[in-house]
């Protein structure tokens, strides 16, 4: 009965710790959908996105890239119909700024999607972009802007 008692514990704790393979599966990536030269990731992916409707904020989960949704913040909440909500978000990857009329850059992760009625994400259908822009001289000029798009793998 021991034996039998340990086997069935040791087999039912090896399922509770999921490892790198099961994450891997798990997750949707998103690819860059043109050649960069610049530090944005080539793919971005994540597991699980859900909102939360009575704070209005979003949440994403991504095993290996949770750095890119820690700052993430939800700027525009709607219902789309009787079955679910349009949303958009967005979170600054990097901002840098020199002094006085420097130069200054920044980078911003933008994404949108539509959700059902109880927040759930489907992750599959999301537009994702990370907005560049560059300023040469702050006092002097505008920001030089672009637009990188990733699309579904």
Do not use: W
Request: with cysteine; proline share 3%.
């Amino acid at each position: 009965m021991k034996t039998v008692l340990i086997t069935l514990l040791s087999i039912l704790s090896l399922n509770a710790f999921a490892g790198p393979e099961e994450h891997i599966a798990a997750q949707v990536c998103y690819e860059l959908d043109s050649v960069s030269t610049n530090s944005a990731p080539s793919e971005i992916c994540l597991e699980e996105a859900s909102l939360n409707l009575e704070n209005s904020s979003i949440s994403i989960y991504s095993y290996f890239m949770p750095y890119l949704y820690k700052d993430l913040s939800l700027n525009y909440l709607a219902r789309r119909n009787e079955n679910g909500y349009r949303f958009r978000s967005s979170a600054i990857l990097e901002k840098q700024t020199d002094a006085m009329c420097g130069a200054a850059q920044e980078s911003v992760l933008k994404i949108s999607g539509i959700s059902d009625n109880d927040g759930i994400v489907d992750i599959s259908f999301l537009e994702i972009t990370i907005e560049q822009s560059y300023t040469p001289d702050t006092c002097h000029s505008r920001p030089q802007v672009s637009i990188l798009r990733y699309v579904l793998k």
